[in-house]
């Protein structure tokens, strides 16, 4: 049986056999499909795709913690770390360096 999932953020719909979990993604129980939504259905026998989707909702979640930071802040917390990095690097660059040194 497959489901119908809803990424709240693009409005995507997809179809899948596989439970998706993630706080992006929602199971739609209406069967209905607006002409403005994108409808993608996920293949059973391609398991990575649900991976993926996995995969970039944790990418997404990520990014949203870098909006709660500044990039003085972040540099503090590697001066603090003592790790050395470039003070010209972009605040994702920073943010990445910052979360490896964890």
């Not at 119908?4 to 929602?26: C, D, E, L, M, R």
């Not at 993608?40 to 870098?66: C, L, W, Y």
């Amino acid at each position: 049986m497959k489901r119908k999932y809803k990424h709240i953020k693009t409005g995507a719909i997809i179809y899948s056999p596989f439970k998706i979990v993630g706080k992006n993604w929602v199971e739609v129980t209406e069967n209905e499909v607006t002409e403005n939504e994108v409808v993608e259905t996920v293949d059973e026998k391609a398991p990575e795709t649900v991976e993926e989707n996995e995969q970039e909702t944790a990418q997404e979640e990520k990014d949203d913690n870098i909006d709660g930071i500044t990039k003085k802040e972040i540099m503090q917390e590697l001066d603090a770390m003592g790790i050395k990095y470039n003070p010209r690097a972009t605040k994702k660059e920073l943010y990445d360096l910052m979360m490896q040194g964890r």
